[in-house]
């Protein structure tokens, strides 16, 4: 994580951006999809969204949001006594950069996140990496959506092996539609499937799977009662 962080301006304001904030209650959800927001955005989002509203979800779907961001979400989400257990941030531009500074914030004793989506972000291995260290950490996260991204057969192997040998609380992972995971995970996304008792669904639709491997993957899902998998 080279990537040089800028300060943002604490003078900046968005009067509208406050206005939609102010309006919701106190832990509750706070829904702010296409709104334009920029990295800048984030500093009252954290202030007045996260720490003083203390939302329980909030939706920022479809923004221009960087790492730069990313890094102000996952100092709030670090330093304060949050309530959030649900973020998403699909379709933005977090990357692999902002992806390791949301997982080292969820590495600690103090993580509420129970959800995370990172859909469309342009996340390669290397973000998978960061998230698969976390989860061998991290012991509230229930749901990672990874769909739509720049993942291949060593990220999702990554996570896989995370999950296999050391998390006992994810309960589901999404990965659908990151062409580049191939056959070449089945073997060990089947063990992790075996094993890992927590783990109730999975996502791997629209990869670039085998009708072979799409055939084990349902015959061991089917084995395991309430396990639900799309391939």
Request: aromatic share 4%; glycine share 4%.
């Amino acid at each position: 994580m080279n990537q040089l962080l800028l300060p943002i301006n604490q003078d900046y304001h968005n009067v509208n951006l406050e206005k939609l904030i102010a309006k919701c209650q106190l832990h509750s959800k706070v829904i702010l999809e296409k709104q334009g927001l920029t990295d800048r955005d984030m500093s009252i989002v954290a202030d007045q969204a996260i720490i003083q509203r203390q939302c329980t979800e909030l939706w920022l779907k479809h923004n221009t949001i960087t790492s730069q961001g990313a890094l102000i979400l996952a100092d709030a989400l670090q330093h304060n006594n949050v309530a959030l257990s649900e973020l998403y941030l699909y379709g933005n531009q977090i990357s692999d950069v902002g992806s390791g500074l949301l997982a080292k914030a969820m590495s600690t004793e103090h993580s509420t996140l129970k959800r995370l989506s990172l859909g469309f972000n342009g996340i390669t291995d290397e973000g998978a990496r960061y998230f698969a260290d976390m989860l061998k950490i991290n012991r509230t996260l229930i749901h990672l959506l990874l769909s739509t991204n720049q993942i291949s057969d060593r990220g999702c192997l990554h996570l896989a092996n995370a999950i296999l040998y050391h998390n006992t609380t994810l309960e589901r992972l999404d990965l659908d539609s990151n062409h580049a995971v191939t056959d070449s995970s089945v073997k060990t996304l089947v063990a992790t499937i075996q094993v890992n008792d927590n783990l109730i669904g999975l996502n791997l639709a629209d990869c670039t799977l085998s009708a072979s491997s799409k055939a084990k993957l349902h015959q061991v899902a089917k084995a395991k009662q309430y396990f639900q998998l799309w391939v």
